[in-house]
């Protein structure tokens, strides 16, 4: 029966899936699955991770809340199963103590009835399961009984006493409330213990040996948490749930989810146990030796076990659990009483275990609470008999917890808002479903009741989608919408409360998009000239004379000489754009920079904060001075990190000039393209790179330096390591050996060109000034040596990353570039600088590189008129797709293999195959799929007008009879008769003038008064 037992409990997760949990069960699902996700890694734990949980994050004991998540952390992902294999161990452990008691204090023949009723308890096996900690109490309660009652015989061991010591910790450090079942068989060994004289020293220094080890045990276990008790408590005593288990409604509730979930086969074997305990007058039997007797110190743990639940009023009725195992053993002695009472009894014992095992193995059904009970139930209690797992086609919730968009994300997070008295059982059991249920991890955020809280709006941050089961307000709606979310799945569900579940997905990142091919508002020139200098700046908008396509933004104007600063300095002009609420985005756009003077002039990014100036980034576009730099690109580039933190801004975004030279040269700066994405961009997920290995030697590198001004003191080469990498990298070192600054120099090398191009490399820059770390400079060279791509970045005390997602725009009609990665101008006169590089990738050519088309309607099929620009690729960019059948790419319901509509259009793309009816030779504008009764009459459709034609004219299968004379007047109804009751009205017929009726059908008297043939009405005095 006990392996009967456990396989069900097993079952439940591996076959059916449906156990019956009693209580809220759910809090504990919630928090093993939060704890469940850090610590996974491929292939097994990720141990550094579980340690810093267990000592500096986590507020939960270890050996439930953080051990069995790191247990089953190699999964992918935490499903209901494996957590049932800790219930069947727990349930293998709690028989195996219930057969040691009954063997110890009656014969095998109690010991095989204890293991039968505890087996066939609800809680245990049978119709209502818990999943958590309680099996695991209700097991340890049981074996700390057992080794209490050991103890005190005289032949007890040290082993045994450090044993107990180690079960009782264990419980503890699942959770505290372990206590509550075992103070009262505590308190009686101990006051036993002490009382009891000579004979009771070693039964004292055993019970003193055990409580070392658990002194010992929570010392160790629950140091780390040791400023998150005092909050236990508190929460424990101003948690809104029952103030007291003694209450009428509290001991009514508890009434009756023992005798439901006993049903009617339990009952009748509580009271066969009864009528045995007092056959066999057990409360008689002879006390033993030393300390209470065994049927006192189960009943001192279902005391206590209620007591404190009564003094600690936070807990729910699921924590009643552990009393199983005590009132199991209980009933079991009392059948014991019968069994040997006569023959008779023992058949009675026999019928009755085998109804309660047929009860609860083959037809458990879920009890319910009656009306009078549920009126009884606080508000605040939950339904304990809520069944809170779902079968995989239960309802048809996977609509909604397996949803496609969670698998296109690496992790998803969900806020969960629900309408229902029983919030937290709902939202637990849904969390869990999400979770379980997909492939890749989908975690829940802590619970709100508005969108509209502090809270809500925090978690929406990083939230990527919203699971409702009510009517949102418009407030809410507005949110959502502000943070791209909209409603992708809406299912009716037979749950409790609204059955109205809908799931609410991030769109993808908003996007700002400017190509100038009108004038555009939004931006306006900024100058930092003082308010009396001249100022001779203009932006407009104007076609590229030289051949770029469309229209950019024009900004020229001359260099303002600054005052009181000595040496050649001038003044920055700029065009700008307010971007409110930013607190991540992304940022590209086309620039070029035109220039009458020799010594060109430098394009510049700055991002300012709006409410104080404050500059959050400043970066040069350009790294030599060019007359002319032809049309560049700034790549698709995260500047999240220059925001505050957790914090919405609003930021100035200006592209402008800054010339060296005061003098009167004109120059030019010309954008196009500008696209400001706000959220993350992901490069392609595809993109095959190949990488260098410096440890095996591999440095196809050479050294560049720009310009010629003399010799270089060091200007070096080497494979060096360098703070924090496993590996060598590339290692440059340079320094002038004359006045003024080093010159940008660097390495580079040549790279095949595949498109998409995509390069990425770890960088670090050092320099004899350790606050202002030189900048990293990064170009493209043509082979002709002419600049395809510049960038520039700023100097940091750590390894940077340069990732640009795409850099094809720049190497387009090339096969192969030049790479250079340097150290921009250094100052100071022969000032030293170095240079890391380590991880340099480049997209990796391939064989059969493929043309691209635009997909737009995302059905995959593209549009043969409209290939990507880039020519043939190696793999397609989001958006386009290599097939180009589509026949129109703005509708998704047409393409190749789709299904034909009644829409008039060419669904499947085969133009010679349409739809059954899908024509309108006629021309009436409808087709005879939707409703034309005759195709060859334009006047004949549905919703026309009913002529006196004899023919269907609205389609409505009726034809008015032309020879109908209702009236006998001459006129039927179709030819005009306005009124087929009446033989005195018919067109033309002879008007009565002023009498209220249009007798000649001409619309006349009827419809405002007076006819034109009778004059108005006489004006009475």
């Known amino acids: 029966m006990g392996a009967l037992a456990t396989l069900r409990v097993v079952a439940f997760g591996f076959l059916d899936r449906r156990p ?45 809340y953080v051990g069995v998540p790191a247990l089953f952390s190699p999964a992918e992902t935490l499903s209901i199963g494996p957590l049932l294999l800790t219930n069947a161990a727990a349930l293998a452990l709690a028989l195996w103590a219930a057969w040691l008691f009954g063997a110890r204090q009656g014969s095998a023949r109690l010991g095989l009835l204890a293991v039968v009723v505890v087996a066939c ?70 006051v036993g213990a002490l009382v009891g004289g000579r004979p009771a020293r070693r039964w004292l220094r055993r019970l003193l040996e055990a409580g070392a080890v658990v002194v010992a045990l929570l010392l160790v276990g629950y140091l780390p948490f040791a400023s998150s008790l005092s909050d236990f408590f508190t929460m424990a005593q101003t948690e809104p749930t029952h103030s007291s288990v003694f209450t009428i409604h509290s001991v009514a509730l508890l ?44 009943v001192a743990s279902i ?36 069994w040997g009472w006569s023959r008779l009894g023992r058949i009675v014992v026999i019928v009755a275990l085998s109804l309660l095992a047929l009860s609860t193995f083959v037809d458990p059904e879920d009890p319910q609470l009656p009306e009078t009970a549920a009126d009884q139930v606080p508000l605040e209690l939950e339904p304990p008999m809520l069944r809170l797992w779902l079968d995989r086609s239960d309802y048809g919730l996977d609509d909604l917890v397996r949803h496609e968009t969670f698998s296109e994300l690496e992790r998803s997070f969900v806020i969960i808002t629900l309408d229902d008295p029983t919030y937290t059982t709902l939202r637990d059991m849904i969390n869990w479903e999400l979770y379980s249920r997909n492939d890749r991890p989908v975690v829940s955020l802590p619970k709100v ?181 032809g049309w560049l690109t700034l790549p698709p580039t995260d500047f999240t990190d220059v925001l505050a933190d957790g914090a919405d801004q609003d930021v100035f975004l200006r592209i402008g000039l800054r010339p060296e030279d005061p003098g009167p040269a004109r120059h030019v700066l010309l954008v196009d393209n500008f696209e400001l994405v706000r959220g993350g961009l992901e490069p392609p997920a595809d993109v095959s790179l190949a990488t260098d290995d410096p440890a095996a030697g591999v440095t196809p590198w050479t050294l560049w330096r720009r310009g010629s001004a003399g010799p270089t003191v060091e200007h070096s080469l080497a494979l060096d390591g360098r703070e924090g990498k496993a590996t060598p990298a590339v290692h440059v070192v340079g320094a002038h050996d004359r006045g003024g600054p080093t010159p940008p120099h660097g390495i580079e090398r040549r790279l095949p060109v595949t498109l998409p191009f995509v390069v990425s490399f770890d960088w670090l820059a050092r320099g004899e000034a350790p606050d202002r770390p030189p900048s990293m400079t990064f170009e493209l060279l043509r082979p002709d040596g002419s600049l395809a791509h510049s960038w520039l970045v700023g100097g940091e005390e750590a390894w940077g990353r340069y990732a640009p997602p ?72 989001p ?76 389609c409505d299968g009726l034809i008015e009879d032309s020879s109908t004379d209702s009236d006998g007047d001459g006129k039927p109804l179709c030819d005009g008769d306005c009124d087929d009751s009446d033989p005195d009205i018919w067109p033309r017929a002879p008007e009565t003038c002023h009498d209220g009726l249009d007798q000649d059908c001409d619309g006349g008297e009827a419809r405002d008064g007076f006819d034109p043939e009778c004059g108005p009405p006489p004006v009475r005095q």
Request: aromatic share 8%; hydrophobic share 40%; charged share 20%.
């Open 20 to 64: 019956r949990f009693g209580g809220a069960e759910g809090n504990d699902l919630g928090i093993l699955m939060r704890n469940h996700l850090p610590f996974r890694e491929p292939g097994g734990v990720d141990f550094q991770t579980l340690l810093h949980n267990v000592l500096l994050e986590h507020h939960q004991p270890p050996l439930w």
């Open 121 to 190: 308890l609800p809680g245990v096996a049978g119709r209502v399961t818990m999943l958590g900690i309680e099996p695991w109490h209700m097991a340890l309660l049981g074996l700390s009984i057992g080794l209490l009652l050991r103890l005190r015989e005289p032949d007890a061991t040290r082993a045994e006493a450090l044993l107990l010591g180690g079960v009782i910790a264990a419980g503890l450090l699942m959770k505290l409330t372990f206590v509550a079942g075992l103070f009262g068989p505590l308190l009686l060994d101990a």
């Open 255 to 298: 009434a009756d989810w023992a005798l439901l979930g006993l049903g009617p086969v339990g009952r009748a074997l509580v009271a066969l146990a009864v009528l045995g305990a007092c056959l066999g007058r057990s409360w008689a039997t002879p006390a033993p030796t030393l300390g209470v007797r065994p049927v006192t110190l189960l």
């Open 303 to 338: 005391v206590s076990l209620l007591f404190i639940h009564w003094l600690v009023p936070h807990k729910e009725l699921r924590y009643l659990l552990p009393v199983a195992w005590s009132v199991g053993v209980l009933l079991a002695m009392g059948l014991g009483h019968l």
């Open 449 to 629: 009741k508005s969108l509209l809280d502090d809270v809500a709006t925090s978690q929406l941050e990083l939230a990527t989608h919203v699971v409702t089961n009510r009517s949102l307000g418009r407030a809410e709606l507005r949110v959502l919408e502000a943070f791209d979310f909209a409603e992708v799945v809406a299912v009716d569900l037979p749950l409790p409360g609204p059955k109205r579940w809908s799931l609410w997905a991030r769109l993808p990142p908003k996007r700002v998009w400017d190509d100038f091919s009108k004038d555009d508002g939004d931006w306006e020139l900024w100058s930092d000239a003082l308010p009396n200098e001249p100022n001779s700046s203009l932006l407009e908008w104007t076609p590229d004379d030289q051949g770029h396509p469309g229209r950019a933004a024009r900004l020229s104007g001359r260099g303002i000489p600054r005052e009181g600063i000595d040496g050649p300095s001038a003044r920055g002009f700029s065009m700008q754009r307010l971007f409110p609420k930013l607190a991540s985005f992304h940022l590209s756009f086309d620039w070029r920079v035109q220039s009458d003077s020799a010594s060109g002039v430098h394009a510049w990014l700055d991002l300012v904060d709006a409410s104080d100036g404050t500059v959050l980034h400043r970066q040069r576009l350009t790294v030599g001075g060019f007359q002319d730099t």
């Open 806 to 877: 795409d850099l094809s725009p720049n190497v387009l009609g090339l096969s192969e570039v030049i790479a250079r990665v340097g150290v921009a101008e250094t100052q100071g006169s022969g000032a030293r600088s170095e240079l890391w590089v380590d991880g340099f990738s480049w997209t990796a050519p391939c064989d059969s590189p493929r043309s691209y088309f635009v997909d737009r309607d995302g059905d995959g099929h593209g549009d043969a008129r409209s290939p990507h620009p880039y020519g043939e690729m190696c793999h397609g960019l």
């Open 879 to 954: 958006g386009w797709v290599a097939d180009s059948s589509d026949c129109d790419d703005e509708d998704d319901d047409s393409h190749p293999g789709a299904a034909e509509l009644c829409d008039g259009r060419d669904n499947d793309c085969v133009p010679s195959r349409t739809a059954v009816g899908e024509v309108d030779l006629d021309g009436d504008g409808q087709l005879v799929c939707e409703g034309d009764c005759d195709d060859n009459d334009p006047a004949t459709y549905r919703g026309a007008i009913e002529l006196c034609d004899g023919r269907d004219n609205n």
